[in-house]
């Protein structure tokens, strides 16, 4: 993980395990396990400690460490609200990052839409997920948890005479009350980058 990051995973969790650690367990959820909270974070299994978060074992790279430490910072006991899903688009300010969202989430999947629709089954096992229900729409569709209170829905449409291949990422009903939207952003950008690790 780079300096500047390390750094603010560092002061988000001096602040999660200052404030009342106790009541995490409920609120990620996560088990305690000693000084740590255990959940399945981008489909690995994830430690946040007052000494910092692991992801699968290894100190996670890039962002993906901030994003966890800011969803223990802003943990809450309201549950997750599924449905309706919505679109990036209908977050809370998220106008700046739409171009970026469209580009590193869902255009990013585009080539492998035909090659990912034989593998739902092992990417949502790998993100403790579900397939999503037939009549939410495309060729094909799934659910992936990234977070514990946070579900992305991917719908995809196979290219065909008159049309390209094309994705469509919404996000659960109430994930905005769980990170910021520009947090919510790259939420989506790393499970898809995880996506394409496992195909």
């Keep these: 993980m780079q300096d500047n990051y390390a750094k603010l995973v560092m002061e988000n969790l001096e602040k999660v395990f200052s404030g009342k650690p106790d009541e995490l367990a409920a609120n990620l959820p996560a088990e305690k396990h000693g000084d740590a909270f255990v959940f399945q974070a981008f489909g ?10 692991t992801l ?18 802003q943990s809450q006991s309201q549950p997750c609200l599924f449905e309706p899903f919505r679109a990036f688009k209908e977050l809370p300010d998220s106008m700046p990052y ?22 739902v089954d092992q990417i949502t ?13 495309g060729d094909y569709s799934f659910r992936l948890q990234p977070l514990p209170k946070i579900w992305l829905e991917f719908i995809c449409y196979l290219p065909d005479d008159d049309f390209p291949a094309s994705v469509t990422c ?14 919510l952003a790259d939420v989506g950008e790393y499970a898809v980058k995880k996506i394409i690790t496992l195909l």
């Design 44 to 53: 690995e299994e994830c430690r946040v400690s007052p000494s910092g978060i």
């Design 125 to 137: 096992a790998a993100f403790n997920s579900e397939s999503a229900v037939p009549s939410t729409g």
């Design 98 to 119: 739409a171009g970026a969202f469209m580009t590193h989430t869902q255009q990013v999947l585009v080539p492998y839409v035909e090659q990912l629709e034989n593998r």
């Design 170 to 183: 919404l996000y659960s009903q109430n994930a905005d009350r769980f990170l910021t939207t520009d947090a």
């Design 56 to 73: 699968g074992g290894r100190t996670p790279e890039s962002i993906l460490g901030l994003l966890v430490s800011l969803y223990a910072l």
